[in-house]
Structures are given as structure tokens and as C-alpha cells.
């Protein structure tokens, strides 16, 4: 409720100080205040129409989709009451003047209407502003109800001050209102650049820097006035996380020193843009540093394997490389396998939510062991001491010819040059002619079936869990190694351009100008 209030009291403000000083412009002109009136309703009602319009919308979204326009909305706020803040702690001290002389203009240029225009664009501008801004504190607060009573009384003291002033009965020090205003609205804005980034997470946008950093229960317990204060006022979760705590310090550090930074002590002209290329140089180097320094957790699997058979046995499995070739092979006590993966061909998938390259190996062939005939009798005991349906002992008394093939399907996961995940699984049939039999019949004879493995549980447990490890960390040091770069690098371009700006529009230094000459020179503004 208090930062609703406060959002709506200084907007509020900057709106009826400004149609304040028109009115009283238009007045002690002689003109009539009808036209303006109008366009001020006409901003009033656009602006309510924003808000409503983004809300609608919003609440229509999916709800990833939700969080992800929250999140843009934050975005917009925090950029809008930025340029709020830095303007009006620039011209606060001669708004009236400055108004003034534009209302003056605009009578030059035209009639009352031309004024109205100017009433117009100023109040929805602050009109839309509020709308963004107080969408997002209500999206971020935890009562709605109550964000809205103090946007309301906040608004409402507002435009009782402006027809104080209006009237001349109230005075008020704008420069050190906004001032003060301006470092409440900064935190405010900081905890909204959290939100935001909140948001962006559960919209699936950013999924870096999400370790928790501290928990604050025992600072602000739930429902106390200073858990209000911290999570409902300046918008700080009980359970920070990293990439949020880091987008509140570079908001607010950064604003909040510039909107108390004492005017007497700023640089001007030319020591200002060699200010500032030295900053964006300080950024460029820690984000240089940052790049190389931070190295990202790599995890190999092991290239041999244990595999364990249905059938109790056990054996290994061995992974080389030749080339762009991956080559494994596997041993068991009863017979050997292998197979070969060209690895450049093959793309990385997910198993057990890790990325692997998997090949899969299918061979064909007649079973090593097996007789050529077998009698009825043995026929009974390999169908699991049945007879095969469709067949009996007094038509069909054998023996019979039989002919073994086992399909063989061998499925590997690797990552780099170890294993991840291996399988098999065969299925013998046998074809059966002769002994009665009118035509030849297929079966599937369930003692016949060679055993099929797999890769031993710890080891593969081991494997997928390395690497969910190496991925979260890599994941994680993202975050310092590029990301935290990136965000140096485009600071380090804003301030080079401005100061490059700065340079060409500072007038250079004559050679013959005096010392004390030269020193003014560099302190023009």
C-alpha cells in the first residue's frame, strides 16, 4: 500500500503541478480553462484505459505466458520511472518557469486549444507512466485491495495539493519532494527489477543464477509490519535468489548514487566524458576478467562398463575412439558383441534428462548351440513343457527340422568417449518344417531365448548424476563467464557514447587561452 501511495502521490503531483501552472497561466492571461479541462479528462480516461486494456490482456495469457508479461511490464516500469526520476531531478527546481514558457509559446502559436494540447500530452504521459508503473506494484504486491486504496489516497492528496498550490495557499519545496520521493521510488524500482527477474523465471526465460542466497524469515516473519515493509513496499521475497540479488545492487547502486550525488561535486564538460570513459573502461576490463577467469566444470564418463544379464551373469563393455568413429565392444562369459557408432552423424539427444549420442546396434543371425532337429518331447520343454497351439502329438509327432535365428538389438548412450547407458535385449525364433507339419511354423521358445543386459545400475546412477552436476554448475557459471560480460560490455557502450556525445558538444580549448581561461573552459557544462 505505501508504495502505491507514494507512486500515486508524486505522479500525482508532477500531473496537477503541471495543470496547476496552466491553469494559473491561463487565468492571468484572461483565457478561458474549458479546453483544458477537456484534454485533461481525455488523458484521464486513456490512461485508464492503459492500465485496464494490459490487465485484460494479461490475465487472458496461458500462465507462463503471464509471468512472461509481467515481467516486460516490470521491465517497462522500471525504464519509465528511471527517466522519471533523472528528469525531474534535473528540472524540479524550475518547472514552473520552464512550464511557463512553453504555455507561453503555445499562445503565441495559437489559442487556448494549443494549450489544452500541452495540458493533454503532459497528463497522459504521467497518466501512463502511473498505469504501468502501478500494474506492476500491483502484480508484485500481495494484496491488490490494498495496493489500490493507496493509489487512490495517494492520488487523491495529490491533486489536493496541486489546488493548494493552484490556489497559492499550500508551498512546497518541489527539488527536495522529488528528491525525497525519487530515493523511495528507487528502491521501489530495484524491487521490481527482482520481480521481474522472478518472473522471467517461472515464464521459462532465465534459468541461470537460481541458487538461493539468504533467507529472511527471521528478519521480517510473515505478517509482521517490517515483512510488509520489505516484501509488500520494496518488493524483496523472503528467499532471494542470486541473479535477482545481483539485478537489485546494479540497479540500485548505480541510480541511487546518482540521484544523491551533490551537484557541486559532479564533473562537467570534459572532465565529465573522461569520467565516463574511464567507468566504461573499469567495465570492459572486469567483464574481460570475468570471461577468462571463470572456467566451466567439464565430466567424463568412464569409458568401460559393467553389464549385468538376465540371466545372473555378468560382463564389461569398452569404448574407443577412432576418428569420428566410436567403437564399443562388450564380453560376456558366454559369447562376445561390438558395434560402431560414427559419432559425427549422430545427434545429441536427452536420456535421464542429460545430453547423450545413442546408437542402436541390430544384428541377425543363427543361434551358435543349437541342434538342427529336435523331437516332440524337447519341442514341449522349450515351449514351457506345452505344446504349441495348433499342433498335436498324433499329427505332428516329429521330429523336426529346426532352424535358430536371434535378432539382437544393442542400444548405447555415451557422452564424449564414456558410457551413460547401455542395453540389450534378443529374440530367438525358431522355424520349424517336417515331423507332420503341413507347412513350415515359427515359434518363439521361451527357454530358447538368449539373455539380454544391461549397464550396472551404480555405474549408470553415477554417470547421469556427473553429469546433471556439470551442467547445473556450467549452467550457473554462465552467469559470470557471459552473461555478467555482456551486461559490463552494453553499460561500457552507453557511457561511450555519451561521453563521445559529451566531447563533441564541449567546445575545444583555444591554444592561446590562459591557464584560469582553460580551467573554466573545462568546466563548462
Do not use: C
Not at 492500465?51 to 505466458?65: F, R
Not at 545481483?246 to 559532479?266: E, I, K, N, Q
Amino acid at each position: 500500500m505505501l508504495a502505491t501511495l507514494v507512486i500515486g502521490l508524486r505522479e500525482g503531483l508532477e500531473a496537477s503541478l503541471i495543470v496547476g501552472i496552466i491553469a494559473a497561466f491561463l487565468r492571468r492571461t484572461g483565457k478561458p480553462l474549458r479546453p483544458m479541462w477537456i484534454g485533461v479528462g481525455v488523458a484521464v480516461v486513456l490512461s485508464i484505459a492503459v492500465g485496464v486494456t494490459l490487465q485484460l490482456v494479461s490475465a487472458s495469457l496461458p500462465q507462463a505466458a503471464q509471468e512472461g508479461m509481467e515481467s516486460i511490464i516490470g521491465l517497462v516500469a522500471v525504464t519509465i520511472v528511471t527517466g522519471m526520476i533523472g528528469w525531474m531531478n534535473i528540472h524540479a527546481r524550475n518547472m514552473k518557469r520552464e512550464l511557463e514558457q512553453h504555455a507561453a509559446e503555445a499562445l503565441r502559436d495559437g489559442t487556448a486549444w494549443a494549450l489544452a494540447g500541452m495540458a493533454f500530452l503532459a497528463v497522459l504521459k504521467e497518466g501512463f507512466e502511473t498505469s504501468v508503473f502501478l500494474l506492476a506494484a500491483f502484480q508484485s504486491s500481495t494484496s491488490v485491495l490494498a495496493a489500490s486504496a493507496g493509489a487512490v489516497i495517494g492520488i487523491a492528496i495529490a491533486v489536493a495539493i496541486g489546488i493548494g498550490i493552484f490556489r497559492g495557499g499550500v508551498r512546497l519545496n518541489l527539488g527536495r519532494f522529488f528528491k525525497i520521493t525519487g530515493v523511495f521510488l528507487v528502491f521501489v524500482a530495484a524491487g521490481l527489477v527482482l520481480t521481474s527477474l522472478r518472473t522471467a523465471h517461472e515464464a521459462g526465460w532465465i534459468n541461470i543464477g537460481q541458487q538461493q542466497t539468504i533467507t529472511l524469515p527471521w528478519l521480517a516473519a510473515g505478517g509482521s509490519v517490517p515483512a510488509a515493509l520489505i516484501t509488500g513496499v520494496l518488493g524483496i521475497p523472503a528467499d532471494p535468489r542470486l541473479i535477482e540479488v545481483l539485478g537489485w545492487f546494479a540497479y540500485l547502486v548505480p541510480t541511487l548514487t546518482y540521484l544523491l550525488w551533490p551537484a557541486t561535486r559532479r564533473p562537467q564538460g570534459r572532465s565529465l566524458s573522461t569520467f565516463r570513459l574511464s567507468l566504461a573502461a573499469g567495465l570492459v576490463v572486469i567483464g574481460a576478467v570475468l570471461a577468462v577467469a571463470v572456467t566451466l566444470p567439464t565430466y567424463q564418463p568412464a569409458s568401460t562398463a559393467t553389464l549385468v544379464a538376465t540371466d545372473g551373469t555378468s560382463g564389461s563393455a569398452t569404448l574407443t575412439r577412432d576418428g569420428t568413429e566410436l567403437k564399443y565392444s562388450t564380453s560376456f562369459d558366454n559369447g562376445a558383441g561390438g558395434g560402431t557408432v560414427n559419432v559425427a552423424t549422430i545427434p545429441v539427444t536427452s536420456h535421464d534428462g542429460v545430453p547423450t549420442k545413442a546408437a542402436t546396434s541390430v544384428t541377425t543371425g543363427t543361434t551358435p548351440g543349437r541342434s538342427s532337429t529336435i523331437t516332440l518331447d524337447q519341442l514341449v520343454a522349450l515351449n514351457g513343457n506345452r505344446l504349441p497351439i495348433g499342433m498335436s502329438a498324433i499329427d505332428n509327432p516329429g521330429p523336426f527340422t529346426v532352424k535358430w535365428v536371434t535378432t539382437s538389438s544393442t542400444r548405447v548412450w555415451t557422452s564424449g568417449r564414456g558410457f551413460v547407458d547401455a542395453t540389450n535385449s534378443s529374440t530367438t525364433i525358431a522355424t520349424l518344417t517336417g515331423g507332420g507339419l503341413a507347412s513350415s511354423r515359427t515359434l518363439t521358445p521361451t527357454s530358447a531365448q538368449v539373455p539380454g543386459w544391461h549397464m550396472a545400475a551404480a555405474e549408470r546412477t553415477a554417470a547421469v548424476n556427473g553429469l546433471l552436476d556439470a551442467t547445473a554448475s556450467s549452467r550457473e557459471l554462465l552467469l559470470w563467464k557471459l552473461w555478467v560480460p555482456i551486461v559490463l560490455a552494453l553499460a561500457a557502450l552507453v557511457l561511450l557514447g555519451y561521453a563521445l556525445r559529451g566531447r563533441l558538444s564541449t567546445p575545444p580549448i583555444p591554444a592561446t587561452t590562459t591557464p584560469a581561461a582553460r580551467k573554466s573552459k573545462e568546466n563548462y557544462a
